[in-house]
Each structure stands twice: as structure tokens, then as C-alpha cells.
């Protein structure tokens, strides 16, 4: 028989006090993370987050369709899109920051991505947000820009498959402007358009397309969304106002098009709408400023286009203040700094202060990236910092999150063995309809979820709740929604660095030159085949020894008919493939879903990642019109 022993409070404390101290050990012993493992979980979590019809491959099983009307009753498909955290309201603003965000981190680190074999779940993450803004812009100088109302939503504790909740959606237009949210959704759409360009350039276009008319409306119509929208003012105020976004989204579509009339645009606008003015210290899906004050400072390290030169010193004068941010991140900056918690943590609110975290480790990253292949470092009021030390500052706030922290819990849920398991989230915490049929109503749910002690029945893998306080404490419990919460604007900047992480430091190859390659190269069909394919490489990288090539096969239709069904065998393929749907036979394609037919003289883009040779295209089957 065991022995008999009196929990005494002080007994319960040092008990207490002794898990948490070896959780922080192992913790504390970990020398490297799974990062590519927490970039798998960081995407699924926009899975969760899903509103619409969800597709057949959709991971997250305790979800299922949900709100499939949405502005049907003001005469708009607004289904889709995704609901902003534990609730269910569609914000159009920092959904649009989310989408600008995850596009940016494809746009820097594809290269890691496709080592992590989730190149392909970025981009269809991205693409879930964009097709539902491409819904949302039903004409030029019109946005809708959030389906559901906050108060009542908040009034209710449900599941999104059976919400019971009004849905009513409200736009902004020339009568009711909203620069900020309008210009944000043109960044999103922009950045968007960047990274889809390799891919699948006809959705690219009709992206920019968009982001074109909606940058020109919220130019040309300005105003604040949350005086315009009072339904918006309490939950994603625009504080910072408007005239920043309005330089995002110029930036952005400089970026993706290099036209430097918008480059002009924000040179022009720089000092007046508090470019070169403001010297902050968050990066948020408020305030924009220090995000685009390194985003230009990137045109500075790539030289710019032919007239960028023009534009140098206002160029330089955004780096000087994206230089400011990055030093009081990392504590060079003559006492201007961000605080610290003790345990290491960047700490700028008590309220989900994790987002400021992802926020600010990306921008660190990228510009140490940036650094690293100009070979230059950052050279801060209190000493220079070589990119490798940006980077490991970045890995350590990364790390924390991670569970590398006093507590020794991950603050990303579903990844380790310790992480939160009371997450304020409304799906996670109620048995899925699978597992319970019966309607959850409003009150019920708080009865018996919202103020349950139980753990989630369903885990929320990826999510990354708002975090510890500012002593790095931490209360794991479904009514702490400051610091139990998750949101997809706090998710989507660090995806990226997840991927980053997960490859080779900075600097390691980006020097190294390309090593030689010939690709085939056929210019001429082949006997009865339809079509002209021409095989080129335009980029290639070692990452972690592997040597990858990006492979672009355009198949041109010379049998001059329109081809309406394609089926072709891709033999020899070992890395990811756009322009193309699998078939049911091994190696087999056929057309995408967005393109049923491909007229005389026109050509398919075909893409390819992989190490080694490069595969084996041939046409087995094809009808025309």
C-alpha cells in the first residue's frame, strides 16, 4: 500500500512549482525545433478558420460547411472567406492583412516552402482569402467588407456549422468610404497577384485587376471604414487612420508590377502621409508603417527599376525608420526600445500580444535576409548587427512561441506535448456535429462549453493564442480571451518564418552561383501531337544540399482547333506542379478547373519544382471542338 500523503497548500505549490520547472528544463533542452512541422500546423489553422463550402481535401475534420448564404439576403455571394478568431465575423480588415501577409512570406521564402513540401497549401490558403475578396469587389467603387455583427455574434457560444446569429453584411462605397480596409484589400490582392504569377498568371491578372480599381478607389474616396461602419469601430478599429494603407497598397502594386507610377505615388505621398514621419514601434493589422517601411527599403537592396533611382533618397529615408523599428526590436536602439518580458519575449500589448510577435519576427527575418545577400549589416545606435545575429534574435522569439519560454508551453496549440487546451474558440471547444447532432443554441453553449473546465474536445492544431502576460505568466483558461485567443492576422506573418527556419541560415547559398543546367528543349511538336511545348528553367537553389529547379513548360495548341479536353502524361515528377490536375491514372493530367478549353494559338504554363533531371511531358489524349 502506498503511504499516505497530506496535500498541504505549500505541498500543492512546490509540486506545482516542480512540473513547471521541468517542463521549462525540457524545454530549455530542446537545441531544435520541428520548424516545418509548426509551418504545417500554422496553415492548417487557416483551415480551421474556413468559412464556405469546404473542399474535399480539407484536413480538419471536426469542421465541417458553414454559413453558406452569406449576402444572399442583400443580393451578394459572400460565402467563403475566413472568420478573424474564436468567433464567427468575417472583418474584411484583417483578413485582407492576413492574405498581404502570407503572400509576402511565399514571396520570400518560396524556396523553403517547396523544401517543406507546402508550397501548395500556401498558395490555396492565400487563395481561399482572395476568391472571396474577388466576391467581395462587385464593382469598382464598392466593398463589402464584413458579414456578421460583433455584438450579437459575441452574444452567442455556437458552432459555425449551425450559427443562429444575424449575418448581415455591410459594404463601403463612395457615400461611405473606407480608405484603410479598401487599400489593404489592394495589398492583399497585389501581393497575391506576385505570388501566383509563376503559377497561374491568368488568376494573377485578374487579381491585380482588382487590386488596381480598388487602390483607385480608396485613393479617390477617402475616409476612415470605422466612421463609415460603426459595427466595426469596437473590434478592428482603424486607429493609425487611413494614409498608411494607402502607401501599402501603392508599394504593393509597385511590387507587383513594377510601374513606377506608384512608386511615384508614394514618394510623392511619403512625408504627408507619414512614411518618412513616423518612427514607430508594432507592426499590426492597424498600422502598417513599419511593414512598408521595409518593403521599400527592399526596392533600395534590389537597385529598383530603371527609374527608381529617381526616388533614392525618399527610399532611404523609409529605411531609416525601418531601421529604427528593427533596432528596438532588438535592443540597439539608445534606450527606444520594445520591451522585453524576462523570459525574452518582444512585449507591445497585454492584448494578444503573440500578433506583435509573428509580426515583428518577420520583418527582422527579411531584412536580415535582405542584409545577407547585399552583405551589408544593420548598423544600430548601439553597435552594428550582422544578419546572422538579426536571424537569431528572430529564432529565438520563434522558439519561445515554440515553448522555449519560463513555462515551458507552446503557445501554438497541437505542436509538443504541453500547449494550451482551453483556447478560447468557439469550433475547438464544442464536440463537432459528427460527435453531437443536437443544435448547440446560444445559451446552451455557454452553459455547457463556454464555462466548462474541460479540455477542447477539438484541438485547434496551429493556432498560436495570444500569449503570456508581460512576467511571461500565462492562465490557460476559455475566459482569458486576451491571452487564449487566436486570430489569423496574429498567424499569418510567422507561417513564413516557420518555413524560413526550417531550411539553411541566411546567406549560406544566396551568393552561390547557379549551377549549370540544360533543360530539354523542344520547340517543334512532336509527330500528331497538338501541341508546341517549350521547356525552360528560370530559377534554381540549393537548400540543404539539394540542388531544386523551377521548371516552365509552356504547351502552345498548333493543331488549330480549340482543344476542350487534354490529357497529358507527366513522367519523372518528384516536387510540387501547377497549371494542372491530377487524374486518377498514375501520371496523368488534365486541364485545371478554371480553364475547360484552350483555343488555337493559345498556350498553357505549366510549372514544376524538383531536384535532378526534369520530367517527361507527352500528350496520351486530347478532343477538339
Known sequence: MARSVTK????????????????????????????AGAFDKCLQFFEAQRSGKLPADHRVKWRGDSALTDGFSQGVDLVGGYYDSGDHVKFGFPMAYAVTMLSWGVLEFEKEMVAANNLQRALDTIRWGTNYFIKAHTEPNGLWVQVGDGDSDHLCWER???MSTPRTAFKIDTNHPGSDVAGETAA???AAAKAFRPYDSMYADLLLLHAKQLFTFADTFRGRYDDSLQSAKKFYPSESGYQDELLWAAAWLYEATGDEEYLRYVSQNAEAFGG????VLEFSWDNKYAGLQVLLSKVLFQGGGAGASAYADT??????????????CLQKNNGHNIKLTPGGLLYVDDWNNMQYVSSSTFLLTVYADYLAVSRGALKCPDGEVKPAEIVRFAKSQVDYVLGKNPKGMSYMVGYGSYFPTHVHHRGASIPSVSAVKSIVGCMDGFDKYYNSKGADPNVLHGAIVGGPDANDGFVDDRCNYQHAEPTIAGNAPICGVFARLASEPAGASDNSPAPAYSPPHDSSPSKGSPLELVHTVSNSWTTNGVEYYRHVVTAKNTCGHPITYLKLHIKELSGPIYGVSAAKEKDA??????????????????????????AKISVVNYKTA
Open 315 to 328: 527610399l532611404k529615408q523609409f529605411q531609416a525608420k525601418a531601421e529604427f523599428f528593427l533596432c528596438a
Open 589 to 614: 493530367y488534365e486541364f485545371p478547373p478554371w480553364l475547360t478549353r484552350l483555343g488555337a494559338g493559345e498556350q498553357l504554363t505549366i510549372v514544376y519544382i524538383q531536384g535532378g533531371p526534369a
Open 8 to 35: 498541504t497548500p505549500a505541498t500543492l505549490l512546490l509540486v506545482a512549482a516542480l512540473l513547471l520547472l521541468a517542463a521549462a528544463a525540457a524545454a530549455a533542452n530542446v537545441s531544435s525545433y520541428d520548424y
Open 160 to 162: 459555425a456549422e449551425g
Open 188 to 190: 492583399a490582392l497585389a
Open 276 to 279: 518618412t514621419g513616423w518612427s
